[in-house]
């Protein structure tokens, strides 16, 4: 069963040069799967069009983009320009962990009033307290605001948020960027439990090194120049000749 599926995505974004206009295809022909219960890593040198992947999973897509082919989610296929279904998506059905997760957050609320938000909004079955807990932080965060955390901390507070209503789809974006190796540990930690708990996650990294340590992806996509190349098995990926492959995962993208 697939969380999400893209299905022949291509994406062009209008651009005014001069007294004109053209159409430049960012995305093309994206095929992509995210099966329920796995971790998917989504890799790609940068530019590669891997954060519009992410943009078309969660409706969020730029103003002027053109779209072509499906997307699916739950086995719902969804209009990307239909913001009346992404809204009614967003958190039930798809969770977003943003990259800059410290700068997510609303600087004059505490942590557990927005917490408390967004699981009243989500009809949430757990508190604000409860979901704290779910990602390894004391209880005390909820009376904390976002400038006190730790970028470690701040991010366990997104994937917080992003799990509150318990989506099948949660998307990752470099979620450890910006992360110390332990933190980052931690947070991958995390995205393989919420894949243990039958979500289908797509985690959007240059961060293979930390990845393939931490031991928790099942499936690897390589894009370049707007297209997935390739969708199979870590373990079928990492004995892959393909030289691009081999880089990817060899290095830190930068």
């Known amino acids: 069963m697939n969380a999400a599926r893209l299905t022949g995505l291509t994406v062009g974004i209008d651009l005014r040069r001069g007294r004109g206009s053209a159409t430049v295809d960012v995305l093309d022909d994206v095929h992509l799967d995210v099966p329920a219960g796995r971790v998917t890593a989504l890799v790609g040198e940068s530019g590669c069009g891997k954060s519009l992947v992410?943009?078309?999973l969660t409706g969020?897509?730029?103003?002027?983009?053109?779209v072509r082919g499906t997307v699916q989610v739950g086995g719902r296929q969804v209009r990307?320009?239909?913001?009346?279904a992404w809204r009614e998506l967003r958190g039930r059905q798809v969770g977003s962990v943003p990259q800059s997760a410290?700068?997510?957050?609303?600087p004059v609320r505490t942590i557990g009033s927005q917490l408390a938000e967004i699981c009243a909004r989500l009809d949430s079955d757990r508190t604000p307290e409860q979901l704290c807990a779910a990602v390894a932080l004391p209880p005390h965060v909820v009376d904390r605001y976002p400038h006190e955390l730790s970028g470690g901390m701040a991010q366990r507070v997104a994937i917080a948020a992003a799990l509150a209503g318990r989506p099948g789809l949660l998307v990752a974006d470099e979620p450890t960027s910006a992360l110390d190796p332990d933190n980052a540990?931690?947070?991958w930690r995390l995205l393989g439990d919420a894949a243990a708990d039958g979500a289908g996650v797509l985690v959007i990294t240059h961060d293979m090194p930390s990845l393939l340590r931490a031991a928790v992806c099942d499936d690897v996509a390589v894009m370049a120049r707007g297209t997935v190349l390739s969708q199979t098995s870590l373990v079928d990926t990492l004995g892959s000749t393909?030289?691009?492959t081999q880089a990817l995962l060899g290095t830190v993208l930068v």
């Open 54 to 56: 992410a943009a078309a």
């Open 60 to 66: 969020l897509m730029p103003p002027g983009s053109r």
């Open 80 to 84: 990307c320009d239909d913001e009346r």
């Open 102 to 106: 410290s700068t997510s957050f609303t």
């Open 185 to 187: 540990a931690l947070t």
């Open 242 to 244: 393909d030289a691009y």
